[in-house]
């Protein structure tokens, strides 16, 4: 049970384009979510929560019209890289919160790589 | 605000040797504590966690940690080293009040043959 999936596991573009990430929770509702981005060798830095029906919460520093998040269902929260540009590459990990005993536990998805062109 | 500080980015050991990987934390209240692996590519797989009850936790692929709060330290150990066990390893802290969970920089395990 609390599996994270996320589409695309890789993905390539050009620069100026907007790029779709889909997170889901295959098996249980979440209705939290985060985003996280890892560069190479380095930590996995929180970029926002989402939370289904209502707006995501951004960490400082996070440019919200540049990462859009969308959490229109309790399986499905999505991240839109806009204008994407070359900086913008990078591992981008999701993971979706589900109770387990004393408290709210994050199952994380495989992670996408983004690469841009 | 909790943090968690990871000793040493890169550990080496030979196979069937001891891995020990160091993270000590700071929190005001206590804490929630997770070990992380991440395989090249891939997600994090939680290894073992800590929930403030018995102070040794024994997690999956024959891993464990000791809470120690008088040294503020949540260590990951294992007997013998074995070739899969090359990865890089997060420890963590859980925030209750917001629920978000802060990473440690990590650490490559190497495993020598």
């Known amino acids: 049970g609390a599996v994270v999936s996320q589409h695309p596991s890789r993905v390539i573009c050009k620069s100026g384009t907007s790029v779709k990430i889909e997170c889901r929770s295959l098996d249980f509702q979440a209705t939290t979510m985060f985003w996280y981005r890892q560069f190479p060798k380095k930590s996995l830095m929180l970029m926002a929560t989402s939370n289904e029906g209502s707006k995501a919460t951004y960490e400082q520093g996070v440019e919200k019209d540049k990462f ?17 540009h070359p900086e913008d590459s990078s591992f981008y990990i999701c993971s979706a919160r589900a109770r387990t005993g004393s408290y709210n536990e994050q199952f994380f998805g495989p992670g996408t790589r983004l690469t841009v062109l | 605000a909790q943090s968690v500080t990871q000793l040493g980015s890169h550990v080496s050991v030979s196979e069937g040797a001891l891995v020990l990987l160091r993270c000590n934390y700071s929190s005001s209240v206590p804490p929630y504590l997770f070990w992380y692996v991440q395989y090249p590519n891939q997600g994090l797989q939680l290894l073992l966690k ?3 009850a018995a102070t040794l936790v024994k997690g999956i692929n024959g891993f464990e940690a000791e809470f120690k709060k008088s040294e503020t330290s949540f260590h990951l150990t294992k007997p013998s080293a074995h070739m899969s066990d090359a990865a890089e390893y997060f420890c963590a802290v859980l925030d209750f009040g917001n629920e978000k969970l802060t990473f440690g920089t990590g650490t490559r395990l190497t495993i020598i043959p």
């Open chain 1, 68 to 84: 859009l998040i969308n959490h229109a269902s309790l399986t499905l929260s999505t991240l839109t890289v806009t204008s994407a």
């Open chain 2, 50 to 52: 800590y929930t403030s």
